[in-house]
């Protein structure tokens, strides 16, 4: 088994318990034995994105909400994925309790006017919260429905003024080792870093949450700051983001680095495309725990369900290509 193979992750649930957990050993021994050095390699470009479309505002608005049952607060704070704090769901809601969230400053860069490093409520200043109820779909194959706390990353992203070079945008998660267990696991290349196109960045459905379920973000789920992408795979909502970076070439992401073939940089959700090593036609909402932890499966949606308001951004793309 080569060392990619060792450390290809987030399949608890696709996987079957025992490989699981001999991954973890894997993972643990290699650690111990100083014999990974996982490094960023270079990529070709993602294809540009196409002439923006005009989007009827009463269909976005649309995307806005969802009338479908919200998972518990429960399962949606205790059920996580927070690699810098376990592997396993439920180490983030007792292992990230002691991450400092306050003070906490965000350093905006690359190709934009008006860079700067700018505390948190300066950064969201006169910006109003609002409430986006989406889908919550992991590349792993189980879902949630989230009432987020959020403003949407175009608004603040403005602010900055990028420039006509900022192509990408690059997110970049705390990784503080006093602070982060897990990072004494080379799971993955740290820091964790994800990456949007700009026109996905701008768009109104991404969010930069702050919340959930009306209070502040829990730690787990990626307090103070994460981003929320629905119509991606979960992985492309970083947590706990202290740094955005406008460029001009395809950024670095944490996964794609990790395993190129299983994670692509876009990660649309699609059901007609597989996961080499599971099918994405379904999934399972989380609901309950212990032996009532997942429901029936459900059919997977293409784009998660907001085709209507994002599909025009992929016109003429080959999204099995880039998935
Ligand atoms: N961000 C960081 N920094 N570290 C992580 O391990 N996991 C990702 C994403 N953001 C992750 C992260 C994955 S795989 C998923 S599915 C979602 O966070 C999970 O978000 P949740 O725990 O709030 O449901």
Sequence with gaps: MSLRDALRIPARDVTDEA????????????AASGALGLSGCAKADAPAAPPAAK???????????????RTTWQDATTYNNFYEFGTGKGDPSKAARTLRTRPWTVAVGGHCAKPGRIGLDDLLQGLTPQERVYRHRCVEGWSMVIPWLGVPLGDVLKRFKPTSKAKYVAFTTLADRAQMPGLGYPALDWPYREGLRIDEAMHPLTLLATGLYGKPLPQQNGAPLRLIVPWKYGFKGVKSIVAITLVEHLPFTSWNDQAPDEYGFFSNVNPNVDHPRWSQKTERRIAGTGS???ADRIPTRLFNGYAEQVGSMYAGLDLRKWF
């Excluded at 490989?19 to 290699?30: E, K, M, N």
């Excluded at 989007?55 to 049952?69: H, Y």
Aim: net charge positive; proline share 7%; aromatic share 10%.
């Design 19 to 30: 490989v699981y957990r001999d991954r973890r050993r894997i993972v643990a021994g290699l």
């Design 55 to 69: 989007i009827d505002p009463a269909r976005m608005r649309a995307g806005f909400t969802t009338a479908e049952p």
């Design 292 to 294: 009532k932890l997942f």
